[in-house]
C-alpha cells in the first residue's frame, strides 16, 4: 500500500466566468461564505493524509501565494489586541514549513499540460490532483475516501458522479467495463462526449489520483477537446496498462467554476453554519414568498 504523500492543485486557469472578479482576484481567492475555494481543497487534501501541496499557478495569481504566508503584521495587531477568536481562525490556515510549493504555467494549454509541468514536484510515486473549483460538501472528504479505495485497487483513480445525459458534453466521462459498488472499472474515458455518442453518463469531477506512469503520457500528449491538452486523454491512454477505476464519492459536489454552482455552494454552506443558519434561512424564506405567491 502506497502512502499518497503529495496533491498537485491546478490554479493555473483564467476564470473567465467570474469576469470581471478574475480581472485582479484568482478564482480560487474567491469566499465561500469567508473561506476562500482553495482553502476547502487544502483542508480535503490535509484530512487525506497530504503532506506536500504542489501548485500549479500563473501570472496574476500573487494573492493565492501571499494567502498561504505567514501574516506577521496581522498576528502581532490581533495578538495586542487580545483577539484570541480571529487568531484560532488564522491558526487553522497555517501550513507546515517548507510543505507548499508552487510552479508556473507559463501558457494556459489544458489541465493536462498543468499537471505535466509539475511533474519534476510530483517525482515518481503516486499523487493527488484536487480541482478547487469542485468544492465537495459532506462528511468524509471526498480524497479521504478515495486514498482508501486507492490502496486496494492502485493504477489511476478518477472521482465520478452521475449527470443527466444531457449534460455529458461539460465532463469527461468513463466507458464502464464493471460496477463493484462505489468503484467503476473503466475501459476508455471520453472528454466531453456530446448526449448521443457518450459511453455513460458517469462524469469526472475534480479529484484524481494518479500513478507517476502518466508522465510519459503526458509527454506526448497532443491537443484534444477545444484544442487542450486533455489530462482525460492520457488517463485513456493508461487503460490497458496502469488500469482506471471511477470511484463514486460520497458527497454532494458543487461546480464553484460556474456561477450559479458558486452561489448555490455559497447558500448551502451558508445553511451549514450554525451561526449563519437561522437568519439566512429566514431570510430565503421571506425572499422566496412572493416568487411562491407569483407561481
Ligand atoms: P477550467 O476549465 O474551469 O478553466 O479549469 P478556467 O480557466 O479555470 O475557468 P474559465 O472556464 O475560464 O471560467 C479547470 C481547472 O483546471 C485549471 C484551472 O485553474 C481549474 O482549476 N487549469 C485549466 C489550469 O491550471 N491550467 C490550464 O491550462 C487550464
Known sequence: MT???????????MGTRFLPATKSIPKEMLPLVDRPLIQYA????????IE??????????GALEDYFDTAAALEHSLQAKGKAEALATLERTRMPEGALSFVRQNKALGLGHAIRVAQHLVG???????????????????????VAAHAKTGGHMVATMDVPRAMTAQYGVLDVAREDGPLAYARGLVEKPRADIAPSTLAIIGRY????????????LGPGAGGELQLTDAINAEVDTAGVTGYRFDGERF??????????????????????????????????????QAA
Open 52 to 61: 506536500e501541496f504542489i501548485f500549479v499557478t500563473a501570472a496574476g495569481k
Open 124 to 146: 515518481n510515486e503516486p499523487f493527488a490532483v484536487l480541482l478547487p473549483d469542485d468544492v465537495i460538501r459532506g462528511q468524509a472528504g471526498a480524497l479521504g475516501q478515495m
Open 3 to 13: 502512502h499518497i504523500r503529495k496533491a498537485v492543485f491546478p490554479v493555473a486557469g
Open 255 to 292: 461546480d464553484c467554476g460556474s456561477v450559479q454552482g458558486f452561489v448555490q455552494a455559497t447558500a448551502a454552506f451558508a445553511l451549514d453554519r450554525p451561526d449563519l443558519q437561522q437568519g439566512f434561512s429566514q431570510f430565503l424564506d421571506q425572499r422566496r414568498a412572493p416568487l411562491h
Open 209 to 220: 489520483i494518479l500513478e507517476p506512469s502518466i508522465f510519459a503520457k503526458l509527454a506526448h
Open 42 to 49: 487544502v483542508d480535503e487534501a490535509r484530512a487525506a493524509g
